[in-house]
Protein backbone atom coordinates (compact mmCIF):
# COMPACT_ATOMS: atom_id res chain seq x y z
CA UNK A 1 0.00 0.00 0.00
CA UNK A 2 1.71 3.76 -0.99
CA UNK A 3 2.30 5.84 2.25
CA UNK A 4 0.39 8.47 0.09
CA UNK A 5 -3.10 7.66 -1.91
CA UNK A 6 -5.43 9.62 -4.31
CA UNK A 7 -8.59 9.51 -5.43
CA UNK A 8 -10.19 9.83 -7.58
CA UNK A 9 -7.13 8.49 -10.26
CA UNK A 10 -8.71 10.43 -13.22
CA UNK A 11 -11.87 13.21 -13.17
CA UNK A 12 -14.12 14.61 -15.35
CA UNK A 13 -16.07 17.38 -15.30
CA UNK A 14 -17.98 20.12 -16.90
CA UNK A 15 -17.22 23.49 -16.34
CA UNK A 16 -18.92 25.33 -13.49
CA UNK A 17 -18.71 22.13 -11.25
CA UNK A 18 -17.63 21.84 -7.92
CA UNK A 19 -15.12 19.52 -7.36
CA UNK A 20 -12.93 17.64 -5.24
CA UNK A 21 -9.59 15.50 -4.86
CA UNK A 22 -8.61 13.28 -2.01
CA UNK A 23 -5.80 12.24 -0.07
CA UNK A 24 -4.78 9.83 2.10
CA UNK A 25 -2.05 8.90 4.06
CA UNK A 26 -0.20 6.76 6.38
CA UNK A 27 2.77 8.29 7.80
CA UNK A 28 3.43 10.86 9.99
CA UNK A 29 3.79 14.00 8.73
CA UNK A 30 5.11 18.03 9.24
CA UNK A 31 3.41 19.16 6.43
CA UNK A 32 1.21 18.41 3.47
CA UNK A 33 1.49 20.17 -0.25
CA UNK A 34 -0.82 20.03 -3.26
CA UNK A 35 0.67 20.15 -6.62
CA UNK A 36 -0.41 20.82 -9.72
CA UNK A 37 1.39 19.80 -12.90
CA UNK A 38 0.14 20.78 -16.46
CA UNK A 39 0.54 18.63 -19.82
CA UNK A 40 4.34 20.68 -20.52
CA UNK A 41 5.30 18.96 -17.09
CA UNK A 42 5.74 21.99 -15.04
CA UNK A 43 4.65 21.51 -11.65
CA UNK A 44 3.27 24.51 -9.28
CA UNK A 45 3.27 24.28 -5.96
CA UNK A 46 -0.78 25.64 -4.64
CA UNK A 47 -0.58 24.45 -1.00
CA UNK A 48 1.27 23.97 1.77
CA UNK A 49 -0.73 23.19 5.15
CA UNK A 50 -0.04 21.66 8.63
CA UNK A 51 -3.60 22.16 9.87
CA UNK A 52 -6.88 23.08 9.16
CA UNK A 53 -7.87 25.17 5.62
CA UNK A 54 -6.53 27.64 3.71
CA UNK A 55 -7.80 29.22 0.18
CA UNK A 56 -6.61 31.19 -2.71
CA UNK A 57 -8.54 32.26 -5.30
CA UNK A 58 -11.67 29.27 -6.26
CA UNK A 59 -9.11 26.37 -4.86
CA UNK A 60 -9.61 25.81 -1.26
CA UNK A 61 -7.44 22.74 0.32
CA UNK A 62 -8.19 21.68 3.69
CA UNK A 63 -6.47 18.61 6.33
CA UNK A 64 -7.81 16.44 9.29
CA UNK A 65 -4.44 15.54 11.00
CA UNK A 66 -6.12 12.76 13.15
CA UNK A 67 -7.72 10.90 10.51
CA UNK A 68 -4.81 11.77 7.89
CA UNK A 69 -7.03 13.18 5.35
CA UNK A 70 -7.03 15.98 2.74
CA UNK A 71 -9.44 17.43 0.31
CA UNK A 72 -8.69 19.89 -2.56
CA UNK A 73 -11.72 21.45 -3.94
CA UNK A 74 -12.41 23.63 -6.93
CA UNK A 75 -15.11 25.88 -7.16
CA UNK A 76 -16.40 27.17 -10.81
CA UNK A 77 -14.54 24.98 -12.27
CA UNK A 78 -12.77 26.34 -16.06
CA UNK A 79 -11.30 24.05 -18.65
CA UNK A 80 -7.89 25.75 -17.90
CA UNK A 81 -7.98 24.29 -14.52
CA UNK A 82 -7.54 20.63 -16.22
CA UNK A 83 -4.12 19.27 -14.93
CA UNK A 84 -2.63 16.79 -12.70
CA UNK A 85 -3.44 17.45 -9.16
CA UNK A 86 -0.73 15.67 -7.11
CA UNK A 87 -0.43 15.34 -3.48
CA UNK A 88 2.15 15.20 -1.27
CA UNK A 89 3.74 14.70 2.72
CA UNK A 90 6.49 15.98 4.25
CA UNK A 91 7.97 13.65 6.48
CA UNK A 92 11.69 12.78 6.41
CA UNK A 93 11.33 13.54 2.87
CA UNK A 94 9.03 13.99 0.53
CA UNK A 95 6.56 11.76 -0.37
CA UNK A 96 4.34 11.72 -3.24
CA UNK A 97 0.71 10.00 -4.44
CA UNK A 98 0.47 8.99 -7.86
CA UNK A 99 -1.55 12.51 -8.50
CA UNK A 100 -5.36 13.28 -10.38
CA UNK A 101 -5.51 13.94 -13.61
CA UNK A 102 -8.40 16.25 -13.97
CA UNK A 103 -10.07 17.01 -17.15
CA UNK A 104 -12.94 20.27 -17.21
CA UNK A 105 -14.84 20.67 -20.66
CA UNK A 106 -16.42 23.37 -21.71
CA UNK B 1 12.73 36.63 -12.39
CA UNK B 2 13.88 34.14 -9.88
CA UNK B 3 13.35 29.88 -10.36
CA UNK B 4 14.67 26.68 -11.79
CA UNK B 5 16.07 26.17 -15.02
CA UNK B 6 16.10 22.91 -16.16
CA UNK B 7 18.16 22.20 -19.96
CA UNK B 8 17.06 20.59 -22.21
CA UNK B 9 13.93 19.86 -22.49
CA UNK B 10 13.64 16.77 -24.50
CA UNK B 11 16.94 14.56 -24.50
CA UNK B 12 17.73 11.54 -26.28
CA UNK B 13 20.15 9.02 -25.45
CA UNK B 14 21.89 5.91 -27.58
CA UNK B 15 22.37 2.61 -25.52
CA UNK B 16 25.44 2.76 -23.68
CA UNK B 17 25.68 6.70 -23.83
CA UNK B 18 25.79 8.76 -20.38
CA UNK B 19 23.74 12.10 -20.59
CA UNK B 20 23.59 15.22 -17.68
CA UNK B 21 20.46 17.16 -17.49
CA UNK B 22 21.25 20.25 -16.40
CA UNK B 23 19.14 21.83 -13.55
CA UNK B 24 19.89 25.93 -12.39
CA UNK B 25 18.22 27.50 -9.61
CA UNK B 26 18.68 31.21 -8.86
CA UNK B 27 16.38 31.20 -5.69
CA UNK B 28 19.54 30.97 -3.71
CA UNK B 29 18.32 27.61 -2.41
CA UNK B 30 20.45 25.23 -0.08
CA UNK B 31 18.55 22.49 -0.94
CA UNK B 32 18.26 20.71 -4.50
CA UNK B 33 16.16 17.42 -5.62
CA UNK B 34 16.23 15.12 -8.56
CA UNK B 35 12.87 13.07 -8.88
CA UNK B 36 11.80 10.64 -11.50
CA UNK B 37 8.75 11.14 -12.62
CA UNK B 38 6.82 7.35 -14.68
CA UNK B 39 3.26 7.04 -15.80
CA UNK B 40 0.96 6.44 -12.97
CA UNK B 41 3.83 6.39 -10.26
CA UNK B 42 4.15 9.42 -7.80
CA UNK B 43 7.35 10.75 -8.05
CA UNK B 44 10.78 9.61 -7.22
CA UNK B 45 13.40 10.84 -5.27
CA UNK B 46 17.03 10.02 -6.99
CA UNK B 47 19.37 12.00 -5.53
CA UNK B 48 19.13 14.63 -3.01
CA UNK B 49 21.66 17.82 -1.82
CA UNK B 50 21.44 19.91 0.99
CA UNK B 51 24.24 22.03 1.10
CA UNK B 52 27.26 22.77 -1.15
CA UNK B 53 29.10 19.79 -1.94
CA UNK B 54 27.33 17.49 -0.42
CA UNK B 55 24.30 14.99 -1.59
CA UNK B 56 22.43 11.99 -0.67
CA UNK B 57 20.88 9.19 -2.23
CA UNK B 58 17.31 9.17 -2.74
CA UNK B 59 14.94 5.66 -3.06
CA UNK B 60 15.98 4.78 -6.78
CA UNK B 61 19.81 6.01 -6.63
CA UNK B 62 21.53 3.24 -8.78
CA UNK B 63 22.56 4.27 -12.09
CA UNK B 64 22.52 7.58 -11.72
CA UNK B 65 25.31 10.61 -10.32
CA UNK B 66 24.80 13.58 -9.07
CA UNK B 67 27.62 16.93 -7.94
CA UNK B 68 26.93 19.70 -6.21
CA UNK B 69 30.05 21.89 -6.72
CA UNK B 70 27.96 24.82 -6.38
CA UNK B 71 24.86 26.27 -4.85
CA UNK B 72 22.96 27.04 -7.89
CA UNK B 73 23.36 24.25 -9.78
CA UNK B 74 22.71 20.45 -9.31
CA UNK B 75 23.21 18.27 -12.79
CA UNK B 76 22.18 14.91 -12.91
CA UNK B 77 24.13 12.03 -14.86
CA UNK B 78 22.18 9.22 -15.79
CA UNK B 79 24.84 6.56 -16.63
CA UNK B 80 24.69 3.66 -18.80
CA UNK B 81 24.28 1.65 -15.89
CA UNK B 82 20.65 2.63 -15.80
CA UNK B 83 18.73 0.27 -17.36
CA UNK B 84 15.03 1.78 -18.12
CA UNK B 85 16.19 6.00 -18.36
CA UNK B 86 13.59 6.65 -20.48
CA UNK B 87 11.67 9.12 -18.34
CA UNK B 88 10.11 12.50 -16.85
CA UNK B 89 12.78 14.11 -15.02
CA UNK B 90 11.80 16.78 -12.62
CA UNK B 91 14.68 19.28 -10.06
CA UNK B 92 13.27 20.73 -7.01
CA UNK B 93 14.91 23.34 -4.86
CA UNK B 94 13.88 24.53 -1.15
CA UNK B 95 15.34 26.38 1.31
CA UNK B 96 15.73 23.60 3.93
CA UNK B 97 12.77 21.54 4.49
CA UNK B 98 10.30 24.01 3.05
CA UNK B 99 8.40 24.50 0.22
CA UNK B 100 9.90 23.02 -3.04
CA UNK B 101 10.30 24.87 -6.13
CA UNK B 102 10.33 22.46 -9.17
CA UNK B 103 11.46 22.82 -12.76
CA UNK B 104 9.57 22.31 -16.18
CA UNK B 105 11.04 19.02 -16.23
CA UNK B 106 13.15 17.10 -19.36
CA UNK B 107 11.70 13.92 -21.15
CA UNK B 108 14.67 11.67 -21.59
CA UNK B 109 14.06 9.19 -24.16
CA UNK B 110 16.45 5.68 -25.61
CA UNK B 111 17.30 5.60 -29.32
Given at each position: ?35 QQHPGGGIV ?35 R?SAV ?22 | ???ITQSPKY ?26 Q ?50 FYL ?11 FGDGTR????
Amino acid sequence: KNEVEQSPQNLTAQEGEFITINCSYSVGISALHWLQQHPGGGIVSLFMLSSGKKKHGRLIATINIQEKHSSLHITASHPRDSAVYICAVSGSRLTFGEGTQLTVNP
Amino acid sequence: DGGITQSPKYLFRKEGQNVTLSCEQNLNHDAMYWYRQDPGQGLRLIYYSQIVNDFQKGDIAEGYSVSREKKESFPLTVTSAQKNPTAFYLCASSMSRGTQHFGDGTRLSIL
